[in-house]
């Protein structure tokens, strides 16, 4: 899974994955539970950045705080 970032929509992340491909998510807690497909990207303006940069997003590979996990598996589990 790589991150990227575009200037153009400052409060999104865009990863992509082979096997999902391109993918779009708010820069929110939990936002990759918002994930939706991103079409229409123009690479001028992408750019790859660390993946620990989405800390709390819940996209996987990034850090989680731990007090927030299991605030997060709970609102899920509701």
């Known amino acids: 899974m ?7 929509y400052p409060t ?3 990863a992509y994955s082979p096997d999902s491909g391109w993918t779009m998510f708010p820069a929110e807690l ?3 539970t918002k ?3 991103a079409r229409g990207l123009d690479p001028i303006h992408v750019r790859e ?3 620990r940069l989405a ?14 996990h299991a605030d997060f598996e709970l ?3 509701a």
Do not use: C, S
């Open 2 to 8: 790589k991150l990227y970032h575009n200037n153009n």
């Open 12 to 14: 999104r992340w865009f």
């Open 30 to 32: 939990g936002g990759w």
């Open 35 to 37: 994930r939706q497909p």
């Open 49 to 51: 950045v660390p993946l």
């Open 55 to 68: 800390f709390n997003t819940g996209i996987p590979g990034a850090p989680m705080d731990d007090a927030f």
């Open 75 to 77: 609102e899920v589990a």
